[in-house]
Each structure stands twice: as C-alpha cells, then as structure tokens.
Antibody
Framework: VQLVESGGGLVKPGGSLRLSCAAS????????MSWIRQAPGKGLEWVSY????????YYADSLKGRFTISRDNAKNSVYLQMNSLRAEDTAVYYC??????????WGRGTLVTVSS | EIVLTQSPDTLSLSPGERATLSCRAS???????LAWYQQKPGQAPRLLIY???SRTTGIPDRFSGSGSGTDFTLTISRLEPEDFAVYYC?????????FGQGTRLEIK
C-alpha cells in the first residue's frame, strides 16, 4: 500500500495550489480518503475527507470555502484544491487512507509554504 | 468540537521502563472511534491502535490501549529504543475529527 503526494511548494498569500495523491497497492475505490496537515513543529490537524464514491465530503470548519477535495477512482487519485492561501496554511499535507475511525497508512507528505 | 488533552506533554523514561500516556476527551467518545498514532522525527505518523484497544497489523504487543468514555490510555510495557517518539490520540466520534496535542516520549 502506497500513497504519494505531489504538488506542494512555495506560494504567495492569496494564491492557489492543487495537491495530488496517487494511491497504489489497494482497491482505491473501496476506501474513504483524507487530507491531514501538520504545521512546522506543531501537531496534527484533520483537513478533509471524501467517501469512496465521492458523494460524501467533510471539511474542517476553518477551511470551508477555500479548500476542495475531490477524487478520480479511475486514476486512483485524490486531490486537494487550495485557494486563498494564508500564512497559517503553511504545513506538511499528508494524504491518508480512511475517513475517521482510523487513518492508515499515511503518505510521506508534501510541504506547502505560503509566504511573500 | 471534542477537545483531546494528552498528558504529560513530555515523558522522560529509560529503555526497559513502562510508559503510560493519557488522552482525556472534553466529552464522551465511543471506544470504537479512538485511535493512537506514533510519529518519529521527519516521518509521517503511523497507526498503532484503533478502536481504543486494537493493535494494527505489525505493531508489537508491548503496545496496548485501554479506556472508555473520556479517559483513554496508551501503555508501552517495556520501552525499546525505537519507541521514543511523539504519540497522538485521535477521535472520530464528533465532528470535526480531532487530535490531541501529542506526548513526546524522550530518553531519560
């Protein structure tokens, strides 16, 4: 089972980024998927999850309206579109299998830095 | 929002000793929805325990979870050098999903 994130980088405040996560080694379409982030030196913060079919989506309240999660089961991929980025969105973003009772496994993460 | 408070923030112990990490919830959490994770420096977290007391595949039996309601515990019976890391609890019973702030387990 492997999850590989991509798309992170340096972006200016107010900018946008789209993170991708490629999954392999399991039946992707059977599983909820989530994004969880970790600011430098800080703890873990759940961002969003999407159901196996994509019909059920939840976001952390603090992110509503700025972030959009989506998935393409044909490509075994999940995405996070991040708009109106702020300095406080700077973090490592992890792609994780699962929707809440447990998160397993985790990708290695992709760093998003929001700075002018 | 269910707030998870872990204690202590830092625990200093020696290899071979027993570690007891606490996770207290601001309101009752179903045992089915309490998990524990281990994170080593520069690595992603990994799942240790789910459903409050079930070890995931490949986790040594020196790790055990217990508790119910608002009080949960992760116990490491005899610390190995590779166990020194940060540990997080996480709940799914209430929206949003939340994590504790973490307990750093360091070598004494």
């Amino acid at each position: 089972v492997q999850l590989v994130e991509s798309g992170g980088g340096l972006v200016k405040p107010g900018g946008s980024l789209r993170l991708s996560c490629a999954a392999s080694g399991f039946t992707f379409s059977d599983h909820y998927m989530s994004w969880i982030r970790q600011a430098p030196g800080k703890g873990l913060e759940w961002v969003s999850y999407i159901s196996s079919s994509g019909t059920t989506i939840y976001y952390a309240d603090s992110l509503k309206g700025r972030f959009t999660i989506s998935r393409d089961n044909a490509k075994n991929s999940v995405y996070l579109q991040m708009n109106s980025l702020r300095a406080e969105d700077t973090a490592v973003y992890y792609c994780v299998r699962g929707g809440g009772p447990m998160f397993d496994p985790w990708g290695r993460g992709t760093l998003v830095t929001v700075s002018s | 929002e269910i707030v998870l408070t872990q204690s202590p923030d830092t625990l200093s112990l020696s290899p071979g000793e027993r570690a007891t990490l606490s996770c207290r919830a601001s309101q009752s959490v179903s045992s089915s929805y309490l998990a524990w994770y281990q994170q080593k420096p520069g690595q992603a977290p990994r799942l240790l325990i789910y459903g409050a007391s079930s070890r995931t595949t490949g986790i040594p039996d020196r790790f055990s979870g217990s508790g119910s309601g608002t009080d949960f515990t992760l116990t490491i019976s005899r610390l190995e050098p590779e166990d020194f890391a940060v540990y997080y609890c996480q709940q799914y019973d209430g929206s949003p999903i939340t994590f504790g702030q973490g307990t750093r387990l360091e070598i004494k």
